[in-house]
């Protein structure tokens, strides 16, 4: 069964950083599009970065320049160093993979950790 499993997250001070990282198994991420998304209280899920198989990046506008996404697809894992971190980055941090393969959708998430930045 697939599993994709974050740890990293926790209570930081404003301007801080952290590293998320997700470790996968059962699935080749080297053939997976990757990424983070999150989940604030009383807000809709939204894609903060990605990473796709050939190695392409993308971020969010919020996140631009002081997150970044990288893949160790040996190992398996997907990191988020995430750095000078804001009250508004607080959210509940998802893994996500994806690929379109013999034409049917494979869309895995993880359970998610919490990342708190506050004073």
């Known amino acids: 069964q697939v599993q994709l499993v974050e740890s990293g997250g926790g209570l930081v001070q404003p301007g801080g950083s952290l590293r998320l990282s997700c470790a996968a198994s059962e699935i080749s991420i080297a053939i997976y599009d990757m990424g983070w998304h999150r989940q604030a209280p009383g807000k809709e899920r939204e894609l903060v970065a990605s990473t796709t198989s050939g190695g392409s990046t993308n971020y969010a506008d919020s996140v631009k320049g002081r997150f970044t996404i990288s893949r160790d697809n040996a190992k398996k894992l997907v990191y988020l160093q995430m750095n000078s971190l804001k009250p508004e980055d607080t959210a509940v941090y998802y893994c996500?993979?994806?690929?379109?393969?013999?034409?049917?959708?494979?869309?895995?998430w993880g359970q998610g950790t919490q990342v708190t930045v506050s004073s």
């Open positions: 996500n993979a994806k690929r379109i393969g013999s034409g049917r959708l494979s869309n895995y």
